[in-house]
T-cell receptor, first 114, second 116 residues
Framework: SQTIHQWPATLVQPVGSPLSLECTVE??????LYWYRQAAGRGLQLLFY??????ISSEVPQNLSASRPQDRQFILSSKKLLLSDSGFYLC?????????????FGSGTQLSVL | AQKITQTQPGMFVQEKEAVTLDCTYD???????LFWYKQPSSGEMIFLIY??????QNATEGRYSLNFQKARKSANLVISASQLGDSAMYFC?????????????FGAGTQVVVTP
């Protein structure tokens, strides 16, 4: 069966420090991968999506970047964190070609930038 | 571009009662999918139910049913026989099937609190 792993679960970082959040999917090949951010008490905002290795599309211009070095690995990064980067980050996947199917989400990373 | 609107920021419902969560959407795409997710305090996103825009019947999944009114562009979630474990944030979402990336756009959510 397919599983998605996201880590770390919580992270406290000072302003100006770098960031690396990792997400991996098991049990499937060539998944569509997504990074979402959720501000406190708000809905989910799509940040990045990828349909293949090295193929990244950004939804919102920001201080963050994403990379997909391997088929089932999706990384969210920042060179210098801002206070506004605080939030709950969720990685999600969907099967290839299943564009109208449900997303499966990871357990999320709570990022606090101080 | 599509837009999802959830007008109820929070609701209280008594245990064993039914509750309806409102969701309206705006899209020019002829084909799309509508989803409901549940987010408990732990933060995980749990898929509840799906409705395709060309589905003839309203979707049902156990105690969850989707009241889909295409002409009114509404996709309300009905939870029957509420349980204490239903207390959570509920999100409506959609993706147009013409979107080659399968992006899912979410509403702002409705916080549901089930009371004994």
């Amino acid at each position: 069966s397919q599983t998605i792993h996201q880590w770390p679960a919580t992270l406290v970082q000072p302003v100006g420090s770098p960031l690396s959040l990792e997400c991996t999917v098991e049990g499937t090949s060539n998944p569509n991968l997504y990074w979402y951010r959720q501000a406190a008490g708000r809905g989910l905002q799509l940040l990045f999506y990828s349909v293949g290795i090295g193929q990244i599309s950004s939804e919102v211009p920001q201080n963050l970047s994403a990379s997909r070095p391997q088929d089932r690995q999706f990384i969210l990064s920042s060179k210098k964190l801002l206070l506004s980067d605080s939030g709950f980050y969720l990685c999600a996947w969907r099967g290839p070609g299943q564009l109208n199917e449900k997303l499966f989400f990871g357990s999320g990373t709570q990022l606090s930038v101080l | 571009a599509q837009k999802i609107t959830q007008t109820q920021p929070g609701m209280f419902v008594q245990e064993k009662e039914a509750v309806t969560l409102d969701c309206t959407y705006d899209t020019s795409d002829p084909s799309y999918g509508l989803f409901w997710y549940k987010q408990p305090s732990s933060g995980e996103m749990i898929f509840l139910i799906y409705q395709g825009s060309y589905d003839q019947q309203n979707a049902t999944e156990g105690r969850y049913s989707l009241n889909f009114q295409k002409a009114r562009k509404s996709a309300n979630l009905v939870i029957s026989a509420s349980q204490l474990g239903d207390s959570a944030m509920y999100f409506c979402a959609m993706t147009p099937t013409t979107d080659s990336w399968g992006k899912l756009q979410f509403g702002a959510g409705t916080q549901v609190v089930v009371t004994p």
